[in-house]
Every structure is written in structure tokens, then in C-alpha cells.
């Protein structure tokens, strides 16, 4: 199923904005809304706006709001305009339910969670979707409960009792609900807090938000809210639900199934261009462009293509789109990425001419700056092949020409060329074949049977050491 391709009819000037609650690590899925919002603003000329959403205070933190920013300044996503913190902001939600208590908009409800639970209860035995019930609703000739002492009250938005909900949602189409579907939703908390729906509504009117582009999760809260913005007399927004992002199990992204904050794979060595690239890619389409620039995406990203239906998770692809970007990474960028791997693996810097000269001898065959660490670092730190590959590779027969290859090593001019001299020397003199005795070598020194072209990978180690690993195995195997 293919998403709208009709390129939005855009008035007046674009403003986008993401709205991360700080209750944890920055989510693949809200980094792909924020490309999308980014991306849509960029491409409009238009502004892009962040906003911290902590009103729940309970999961909210600051370690959170920290991450949240520095993954957003990594992936290169920058805005216009924020952070703006919806709990500095209260203020202003109170001024807001002021008046519409006031006007007879929103009304104060005084029912305690144990009566709602039992009212809630009583519906679903009856087989019917729990809704308020609008005990606390004031009507004309309705006569309210006496005011209960010592119940701090909540405020409820007076929901249109009729009439449906209808909006055209830029990725699903035009989507109805009707107001018998919907309930009084409570605006503000008894604690004085106000609620998701209502914040996110006085935050997007005050902030002149002209399309809101969030997870697809948030599609039942949007009825409400659109109610909200018209009780409000505030301009709607366009709506684009993008649908969730689904891992290999089919069940929607999962901190259980693998890694999901973007933390996670800066720390793993991947690059911000390519995360971009191939979030892009999940749920919007370019024709069969798979590999783009962010300027690229930003000339294309006009609200068309983006797709209805969930996308798929695929951990290969990504490390495709890695890769791609990983080759084509200048050196000294390529040089910085692995320093700070090898740094996570207590490895000190080496120096940048050899670290180029190595970089460009695996680069090849790795998808992340973690895997070229992790082939780098045999040159740091001791190797403990398996022993498997010990018994299959360092048979008795090639251990004398072990001994003799170190000794030979010793005057060898400390080259490739030198030392693939010296290499075919040892051949010689115990009658061994090159695919005998080069993979004992490598299992050897360097932890493992398949390397790059021998003389090359020996030429990056100090003398010393090659020599030492090639000594420290006996004569015969135990
Ligand atoms: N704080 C909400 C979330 O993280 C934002 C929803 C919205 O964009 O309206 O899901």
C-alpha cells in the first residue's frame, strides 16, 4: 500500500516542532518524527521547534531532557526555537482554564479515582466502553452533587456532547470519530498539573505550530484535541500520523528486543548521516532512492509519499547504510570515530599516520566504527584465539616454522615487502605452503584465521610483538 503521493497544499509559514516526554533515552521512533518534522520545516523554509513535554513529573528527569538533547545535536537535527519546557510554562495553562472555567468551557470535577474506577467497572459489566460519565458536567436544570470537603478537584473539558471529529490526516486520509465515542477529558490533574492532550494543545496554538507530525499512537488523542483547538478559537493544525516503526518479532520497536535509543548507536560507532538515511526510509519513499544526503532529503521532503502502512525494522539494512557512509567518511573523521571506540575499550590514541594506514586496510570490511575497533585492537591489547581455531590452524607441523618465521623477523626490514621476504623464506625451509602457514600466523598474532594480506596486517604491529606471539607457542601442541 502506497501513502498519499499528493504534495500538501501549504499555507502560510511552516512550523513544525517534536515533542519528547524526558522519561528516558531518545526513541528511534520520535528521532524519525523529528527528521520528518525537521525535514518538512527545512524544506518549507519554515521554523522547527522543541519542546519538552515533562509534565508527568513522576517519570520525568533531567538526565533524560541531557540525553534527549545531545542525540538530537548528534543526529544534526537543529531548531529553531527551544527547548521550551512545558512545566515552566504552567502559568499559562492556568490562564487558559481559567477562562474556560469561566466561559462554562471546562468544569471542575470533584469524583475521587476510586469512584471513577467503580464507574468505570459498573460500564465494562455492562458490557459498554468505560466514558465519564459527566456526574460533575453542569447542565441547565441539573443539579450537581453537593461539593465533597477536602477533594481537591480536577477540571474537565466540556466535550461537544454531539457531532463527529473529522480531520484529513496528511499520512491515514480523512479520519472521523464521533463525539459519542469521546468523554469530558480531564484537563488538568487534581495536583494542579495539566494533562497531555490539553498542554499540547495550548503549546501548539501558542507556538503557531502549522503541522504536527507525531507517532501514530497518538491518533485517539487527536479528536480531543482538535474539540480543544475549536473551543479555543485556535487555528488547526495538519495532522500527520506516521505510522510505528515494527521489529523483526512484528510487535511494535521494543527496548526487550534490541537496542532503541539513538545512544545506543552513536556508542556503537554509527554515523548520524546514515541513521538519518535510513530512518528516512521508514515510512517515506523517494522513488528507489535508498542512499541520500540530508540535503537531498530536504529538497524531496514535501509531506508527499509518506506511507500508511507500519514499517519494518531491519538491523542489516542499517548496517548496509552504515557501511556506505563509513567508506565514504573523510579520514579525519573516520580517524576521530575510531579514537572514541578504541577509547570506550580503555585503548589510548594511536598516532595518526598509522591510524590511517589501518583504517584503510579494514574499513572494507566493517559496518561500524565499533567493528573497526574491534579489529584494531588487536594491536593493543593480547590476543586469545579460540581454541578451535588453534587446533585447526597451529597444527604440530607448522609450530617449528612459527619459531623460525620470529627468528627470521628479527633482521627482516620492518615492511610489507620485508616481511613477506622473510615469510616465504620459512616456506621454504620447512616445505609449507602459503595456505599451510599463513593462517597459523594469523591465529597466532592476531587472535584469528582471515585477516587482510598478511605481510600488511604484520607490517602495523610493532616488531616486538609479532615476534613475542610467534615465540610464546611451543613446539607442540598440548
Ligand atoms: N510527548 C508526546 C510523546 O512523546 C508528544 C506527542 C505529540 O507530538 O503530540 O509521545
Not at 455492562?126 to 461539593?147: N, Q, S
Not at 499512537?217 to 500527520?240: C, K, R
Request: aromatic share 8%; net charge negative.
Amino acid at each position: 500500500m502506497i501513502g498519499s503521493s499528493h504534495v500538501p497544499a501549504v499555507q502560510g509559514r511552516v512550523r513544525t516542532r517534536i515533542a519528547p516526554s524526558p522519561t528516558g533515552f531518545l526513541h528511534l521512533g520520535t528521532a524519525r518524527t523529528a527528521l520528518f518534522s525537521w525535514a518538512f520545516a527545512r524544506h518549507y523554509g519554515g521554523s522547527f521547534v522543541l519542546r519538552i513535554e515533562d509534565t508527568d513529573v513522576a517519570r520525568s528527569n533531567e538526565e533524560s531532557v541531557a540525553q534527549i538533547l545531545e542525540s538530537m545535536r548528534w543526529l544534526g537535527l537543529d531548531h529553531d526555537e527551544g527547548p521550551i519546557y512545558q512545566m515552566q510554562r504552567l502559568d499559562r495553562y492556568r490562564e487558559v482554564t481559567d477562562r474556560m472555567l469561566a466561559e462554562g468551557k471546562a468544569y471542575h470535577c470533584y469524583a475521587t479515582p476510586e469512584e471513577l474506577e467503580a464507574m468505570r467497572e459498573a460500564q465494562r459489566a455492562r458490557g459498554e466502553k468505560p466514558l465519564y460519565d459527566g456526574r460533575w458536567r453542569p447542565e441547565p436544570g441539573k443539579t450537581l452533587p453537593p461539593v465533597p470537603e477536602g477533594v481537591a478537584p480536577a477540571i474537565r473539558f466540556r466535550n461537544p456532547a454531539d457531532g463527529v471529529v473529522t480531520w484529513d490526516d496528511l499520512v491515514k486520509g480523512p479520519i472521523s470519530i464521533s463525539n459519542h465515542e469521546i468523554d469530558d477529558l480531564v484537563i488538568v490533574r487534581a495536583d494542579g498539573v495539566p494533562t497531555y492532550n490539553f498542554a499540547v494543545v495550548v503549546d501548539d496554538w501558542d507556538m503557531r505550530i502549522s503541522h504536527v507530525f507525531r507517532g501514530d499512537e497518538h491518533v485517539n488523542n487527536t479528536p480531543w484535541q482538535i474539540n480543544l483547538f475549536h473551543s479555543l478559537g485556535a487555528p488547526l493544525p495538519v495532522f500527520a500520523h506516521v505510522p510505528v516503526i515494527l521489529g523483526d518479532d512484528g510487535q511494535k520497536l521494543s527496548k526487550r528486543k534490541g537496542a532503541v535509543s539513538v545512544t545506543a548507536y552513536e556508542e556503537e560507532g554509527f554515523l548520524p548521516e546514515a541513521i538519518l538515511n535510513y530512518l528516512a526510509r521508514l515510512g517515506w519513499s523517494h522513488g528507489d532512492e535508498e542512499l541520500f544526503s540530508r540535503e537531498q532529503m530536504v529538497a524531496w521532503f514535501d509531506g508527499s509519499h509518506l506511507a500508511k502502512h507500519p514499517a519494518q525494522w531491519d538491523a542489516a539494512k542499517l548496517a548496509w547504510v552504515n557501511a556506505h557512509y563509513l567508506k565514504a567518511l573523510p579520514d579525519d573523521a573516520l580517524s576521530l570515530l575510531v579514537k572514541a571506540q578504541l577509547a570506550r575499550r580503555g585503548i589510548a590514541a594511536p598516532d595518526d599516520e598509522w591510524l590511517g594506514r589501518a583504517c584503510a586496510l579494514f574499513k572494507d570490511r566493517c559496518n561500524t566504527g565499533s567493528e573497526l575497533a574491534g579489529w584494531l585492537a588487536m594491536f593493543f591489547t593480547p590476543v586469545s584465539p579460540s581454541m578451535e581455531d588453534m587446533r585447526q590452524h597451529v597444527a604440530d607441523a607448522v609450530r617449528p616454522a612459527l619459531t623460525t618465521l620470529a627468528g627470521k623477523l628479527e633482521g627482516a626490514e620492518w615492511t610489507a615487502p620485508g616481511i613477506a621476504a622473510a615469510v616465504k623464506e620459512t616456506l621454504v625451509a620447512h616445505g609449507l605452503k602459503m595456505g599451510q602457514f599463513a593462517p597459523a600466523v594469523r591465529v597466532v598474532v592476531c587472535g584469528r584465521a582471515q585477516t587482510p594480506s598478511l605481510d600488511v596486517v604484520l607490517a602495523l604491529f610493532p616488531r616486538r610483538a609479532v615476534r613475542e606471539r610467534l615465540m610464546a607457542v611451543g613446539p607442540a601442541s598440548l
